[in-house]
């Protein structure tokens, strides 16, 4: 296939399946594997600490990000991590059946973290340099549905199939890791013919060329105009997200004499994978079009409301719940289900600013990894402490602390600069 026919395919082709294996990785280390080692006896220090640390692998890109510029096509290194995440994942399933798992699976899940990175880099910019302004927009929602796809089928699917085999035994999460594997194998299989290149930028000739370029890049990037109030944005908008990501979801799974909600694997795969997903997915969507109708700037601060202020959900939640209390699923349902749609909505605002403000420029792929590894960079350490804070002040203040700590996302939104016009955002 030439570079100009995959250039110019429809992007339905492939903006759903490249995003739908940008979600499967992320998920399965951040939020499956965190899900796996709670059901299996570890407390929520020690998993949010290391998972914590492991989500600083896409906070590094920048580190990387310039040099994949300068090699081969974008497509290539998609196809390459890919292909190596499905050895991964594969490889996780297998050293659960050792003595030391939890050692050997957090070091697998380093390796994957910085494949699954460093294919977000080239999938995003494929996105940006192929879809011109419009179709970015246009596809921003898709982009945001079809990662979700993928979340769904991490936090859903291959809960399902260890729920099936025994939450608690190793060998029924041997078997869903491999069903991973499995699916990535198959996308990488189909974007290997149908995947666009990207644009291909100007390959250095010698070692003093590469140096330069990557240095180059960096300065470029802050030279934009009003790089550090925008970068601020990107920083704080979602300053609340890390703790709430972090232990929210251990929340539920937690056994009701801990205060948590009890839920079963089976449960939990219901109503904060499957159903909470659905409407996640909805947001997204409609969140783009939102954007789209009413344009950017008139609608972040509300797109930050939406954002965090559901995230009060948890405190009820956490308010209602108590030893002797078993919540009924159809509150814990009602409360999740809030809380993702609103986030989803809101969370489409970020990408576009970043997109279309920010990224644009002579290392348009690059200067978006920079963005996104920032936006990362927060809940690093958020997520890190997470578990500690709620494991020594229980779930209930926890979640409170969650509420102050979403504060300085509203200032971000309000003060937020806007330096190219929507006729230079492309």
């Not at 069903?179 to 000739?205: C, I, N, S």
């Not at 200067?367 to 997470?386: D, E, G, K, Q, R």
Request: net charge neutral; with cysteine; charged share 10%.
């Amino acid at each position: 296939m030439s570079q100009n026919t995959a250039s110019t395919r429809n992007p339905w082709s492939w903006v759903p399946t490249g995003y739908f294996a940008e979600g499967l990785p992320y998920v399965m280390i951040t939020w499956v594997a965190a899900t796996m080692f709670k059901y299996l006896g570890h407390d929520n220090t020690d998993i949010t600490l290391w998972v914590g640390n492991i989500t600083l692998m896409w906070s590094l890109k920048p580190l990387w990000a310039a040099f994949l510029e300068m090699f081969k096509t974008k497509k290539w290194i998609v196809l390459v991590t890919e292909f190596s995440m499905v050895g991964l994942l594969a490889a996780l399933a297998l050293c659960l059946q050792l003595p030391g798992y939890f050692t050997i699976s957090i070091g697998i899940l380093w390796l994957m973290a910085f494949a699954s990175a460093t294919h977000d880099i080239c999938m995003d910019g494929i996105y940006i340099t192929t879809l011109d302004r419009r179709s970015q927009a246009k596809f921003v929602g898709i982009q945001g549905m079809f990662w979700n796809v993928g979340r769904f089928f991490s936090s859903t699917v291959i809960l399902f199939v260890a729920a099936y085999w025994g939450q608690a035994e190793s060998s029924s999460w041997t078997i869903a890791w491999m069903v991973a594997a499995a699916v990535m194998a198959a996308l990488a299989g189909y974007h290997l013919f149908f995947l666009p290149q990207g644009e291909v930028t100007q390959r250095p000739e010698n070692f003093k060329q590469v140096y330069s370029t990557f240095f180059d890049a960096w300065a470029d990037f802050f030279r934009k105009p009003q790089i550090w109030g925008m970068l601020a944005f990107v920083f704080l908008f979602r300053s609340g997200e890390g703790l709430l990501l972090g232990v929210g979801h251990l929340f539920l799974q937690a056994p009701v004499a801990e205060g948590g909600v009890g839920l079963t694997l089976g449960e939990k795969a219901t109503i904060d994978g499957g159903l909470s997903i659905l409407m996640a997915l909805a947001g997204g969507f409609l969140g783009g079009l939102f954007i789209s109708r009413y344009g950017l700037k008139k609608t972040l601060f509300t797109m930050a409301i939406c954002l965090n202020v559901p995230n009060l959900t948890y405190v009820y939640l956490a308010y209602v719940a108590a030893p002797d209390v078993q919540i009924s699923l159809v509150t814990v349902t009602s409360m999740v289900v809030i809380e993702k749609f609103f986030y989803s909505f809101g969370f489409v605002a970020n990408m576009l600013y970043m997109m279309q403000q920010i990224s644009p420029g002579k290392y348009h792929m690059t200067h978006y990894a920079f963005c996104t590894a920032l936006m990362n960079l927060v809940l690093w350490p958020t997520i890190a402490v997470s578990g500690y804070l709620s494991d020594r002040y229980g779930y209930l203040t926890f979640f409170v602390i969650v509420m102050f700590a979403t504060v300085p996302s509203f200032f971000a939104a309000w003060f937020a600069p806007f330096p190219r016009s929507a006729d230079e955002a492309s």
